[in-house]
């Protein structure tokens, strides 16, 4: 018999406990949780602290979901930072084609600025695309790119790192130097640590890393998070 076929058999037939079902991912992908118990979680796309201003399309819960191999190099950056009295705390991993889409729709109306004073006052909605702070393919849909920060361990705190996350402009970009030097190494901590275990960064956005060698580079996947 078939797994697809198995699974759909037990979940009708009740066998499968709520827990397990939430459990049925892509063959390669986890809960960031059942690796990294103790990572600090929030999904902003769950939410609508985030530049659409709405819960998006394809977020049903606050669960992390990435590649195994993300989350085993991700708990390692986690160690090494809690050496530190200091924890990692995401704000996004695997993300849905649906949820780009909706990014996408959400660009196309530009009478839609609700947000725009707070994620990106400086940049005309109509130009996020061609400054590519938003794509129609997103490498978070392979399961291997995270959005994170640095949190104090103690207070739960994040770091400063001299602009918000997912704020649109040059303040975002990693080698911004109009910002404090508290604030610089605080950014350079980020990047170092991310960078040791096998994270590159994306220029633009200091709080944006993907895993190199990833095990999908070519897949862009579309099931829920929930």
């Not at 939430?22 to 063959?27: D, H």
């Not at 849905?96 to 990014?103: K, S």
């Not at 508290?182 to 709080?207: C, D, I, S």
Request: glycine share 6%.
């Amino acid at each position: 018999m078939k797994l697809k076929t198995l699974l759909i058999l037990l979940l009708t037939s009740g066998l499968l406990s709520l827990s397990q079902q939430q459990k049925v991912l892509p063959k390669g992908f986890v809960y960031a949780k059942d690796v990294i118990n103790d990572l600090d979680i929030e999904l902003r796309y769950f939410s609508t602290n985030n530049f659409v201003g709405d819960t998006i399309e394809g977020y049903k819960a606050n669960k992390l979901i990435i590649t195994k191999e993300t989350a085993d190099k991700l708990m390692l950056v986690q160690e090494e930072l809690q050496s530190q009295n200091l924890c990692l705390k995401v704000y996004d991993g695997y993300r849905p084609q649906r949820a780009v889409n909706h990014f996408i729709r959400w660009a196309r109306d530009l009478n839609d600025t609700i947000n725009k004073s707070q994620f990106y006052p400086d940049v005309a909605k109509q130009n996020l695309f061609k400054e590519e702070y938003i794509a129609s393919r997103s490498g978070h849909s392979r399961g291997s790119t995270l959005d994170l920060t640095i949190i104090n361990g103690i207070t739960g705190e994040p770091l400063d790192m001299g602009s918000p996350y997912d704020f649109f402009g040059q303040q975002s970009w990693v080698d911004y130097q109009s910002i404090s030097e508290a604030q610089k190494r605080n950014r350079q901590l980020l990047q170092t640590v991310m960078l040791k275990h096998g994270f590159r960064n994306y220029p633009k956005e200091w709080w944006h890393f993907t895993l190199r060698w990833e095990p999908f580079p070519k897949t862009y996947f579309d099931f829920v998070v929930e």
